[in-house]
């Protein structure tokens, strides 16, 4: 049994929320082969188990158990031990040789484990091997079929593709090699258009899949494959019926239901995707398939779910880097701000920091924000942009931060920058403007001016994306006060009577706005237009509003509004 990081896989198997597997027993080679496709790894490696106890002597399971090894690590590289997978592997390979050294596909199998730790000429030792007895000119009486040629040439093939050291040209060659032993082998052209993907000719891997599922009609890897393909260049309409086709053949071969979640997150479809990855999950009930879904329950925003899992998960370990992370983001979106912390906090003690991305630094800069740490949060913040330059919302972030600070000449420069990527939000916009207009005391430099006609133009812009909210409104009032502070011009006028509107009836509950529109426009005709009678009406206002408000008292007190009658 390949061991997962800490503890893991086979205690995994007894948490209750993972824990309804589909039980598929293999009864032939083919059958526990078919395990291995599905991803059901447990299983496949009780059946080749099994199946070895009724058969020592048959390279074949061998070789496809030390493949299982293989390809559970592969589907699952987070969670499987690399080490024990491939001693695993091994180990399975040469008891194959030594049962059955005439077979061809152990020598593959060997292969691949020496290539996979970086042994380039061990690989080619046993890879010449390989060649070395498979019917050749040079020996014509192999006791191995062509059949068996052409699958053990493919495998190495396959091999190198997985490897650090896949060449496309070489690997064709192969492939070319293994169709001349044998032109019908569905494998075969499974490895090739792997191959082809792996160059990124689409259109040749469909070719060779398509040529696959010819040959093997019930193929559902194959079709599997094909709609893998057409999800990947988002062609979803394409993709479904080779799915459809896929689970009609054998409705419990589990990639299939990764690929029509992935299929219908994509689409917008979030309950079918949740839907089809849970039904991976049940029926593979590996560690990868239980992050695949985790994942897409964060995704979709179901973070209590999601949380729900990982803790799950966390009462056997708590290991795993990815888990962390998602209980850390998901935390914080559930205003859980001390999990969050605690689950950040173990990610970056576990993460290697080559594989930190910096939206890990902004969820705990955004945390600590949350916690009232600022100063630590600024520290996280300037991880973030140094990890990723154009991580808009680290600026907008750090910036939120500096304002409270009252560093207001830090702000500017990040809501800019974040304008200038066309990354930022109709609030970048408005908090800009506010930071502008706080950095201006009055309008008596060059550079006072340019940042107050840039602050009206920022609310301008706010104003044109959310004309309904009364704040841009007044927010550019208040820069036209300081354009025009005596109010010779009326600029600030429009902008203040236009918020007026916009309160409208919920004058009460933005009383201390509203009275500062009312004061302005009765200050104005009190002062500039020498409109008493409207003066007057507005400073009654704003008593309605304020009965104790003491600017607008000594006003309808005073000589020249005290006897101006409204009605």
Do not use: H
């Not at 304008?419 to 550079?447: C, E, H, P, Q, R």
């Amino acid at each position: 049994m390949v061991k997962i990081s800490g503890k893991v896989l086979g205690c995994l198997a007894g948490v209750l929320l993972f824990c309804n597997p589909v039980i598929i027993f293999a009864q032939d080679l083919k059958s526990a082969v078919k395990l291995t496709q599905s991803e059901q790894f447990e299983a496949a490696e009780k059946a080749f188990r099994d199946l070895l106890s009724k058969d020592s002597k048959n390279g074949d399971i061998f070789y496809y158990y030390g493949d299982n090894f293989i390809k559970s690590y592969f589907a699952d590289t987070a969670a499987v031990s690399f080490k024990e997978m491939l001693d695993s592997a091994y180990s399975a390979y040469s008891r194959g040789i030594k049962s059955d050294a005439a077979n061809p596909l152990n020598y593959v199998g060997l292969g691949s484990v020496a290539l996979y730790r970086k042994d380039v000429q061990g690989a080619k030792k046993y890879f010449d091997r390989v060649q070395e007895i498979i019917p050749s000119k040079k020996y014509k009486d192999s006791p191995v079929t062509k059949e068996k040629a052409a699958l053990s040439v493919a495998k190495i093939a396959e091999a190198n593709i997985y490897s650090d050291f896949k060449d496309i040209r070489s690997d064709t060659a192969l492939i070319n090699q293994a169709l001349r032993f044998d032109k019908n082998n569905p494998q075969v052209y499974i490895i090739a258009g792997d191959i082809f993907l792996e160059d990124n000719d689409g259109s040749k891997a469909i070719a060779n899949y398509k040529k696959a599922q010819e040959l093997d009609p019930k193929s559902t890897l194959a079709k599997t494959k094909v709609g893998n393909i057409y999800v990947r260049v988002r062609n979803l309409n394409a993709a479904i019926p080779f799915f459809e086709e896929a689970v009609t053949i054998d409705p419990n071969f589990a990639p299939v239901y990764r690929e029509l979640g992935e299929l219908y997150y994509k689409a917008g479809k979030y309950d079918k995707a949740e839907s089809n990855y849970k039904k991976y999950l049940d029926l593979s009930n590996n560690f990868a398939a239980k992050t695949k879904y985790i994942t897409l329950l964060y995704l979709i925003k179901k973070y209590d779910e999601a949380i729900r899992y990982i803790n799950e998960v966390f009462k056997i370990d708590t290991s795993s880097v990815v888990l962390n992370r998602l209980a850390a983001y998901c935390s914080f979106e559930t205003a859980k701000y001390a999990d969050a912390l605690k689950y950040s906090e173990r990610f970056f003690r576990k993460v290697k920091p080559e594989k930190i991305l910096s939206n890990d630094y902004l969820c705990q800069g955004k945390t600590l924000v949350k916690l009232t740490k600022d100063s630590i949060a600024i520290i996280q913040f300037n991880a973030a942009i140094k990890i990723d330059s154009n991580n808009a919302d680290a600026y907008s972030e750090k910036a939120g931060v500096l304002v409270k600070m009252k560093k207001l000449n830090e702000v500017a420069p990040l809501y800019e920058k974040k304008i200038s990527m066309n990354k930022a939000s109709v609030m970048d916009y408005f908090n800009l403007g506010k930071a502008y207009y706080n950095m201006t005391d009055s309008v008596k430099t060059k550079d006072d001016t340019a940042k107050i006609i840039r602050a009206d133009t920022l609310f301008g812009y706010f104003i044109s994306r959310q004309p309904d909210v009364f704040n841009g409104y007044e927010w550019r009032a208040r820069v036209n006060v300081k354009i025009d502070p005596e109010s010779k011009l009326g600029l600030a006028k429009p902008w203040y009577e236009k918020e007026i509107v916009k309160i409208g009836a919920d004058s009460m509950k933005y009383a201390r706005d509203f009275v500062e529109a009312l004061d302005f426009i009765a200050s104005f005709n009190l002062f500039t237009t020498k409109d008493l009678v409207t003066a007057k009406r507005f400073y009654e206002r704003i008593l309605a509003i304020d009965p104790k408000n003491q600017k607008a008292t000594i006003a309808l007190a005073s000589k020249e509004l005290k006897n101006i009658k409204t009605k």
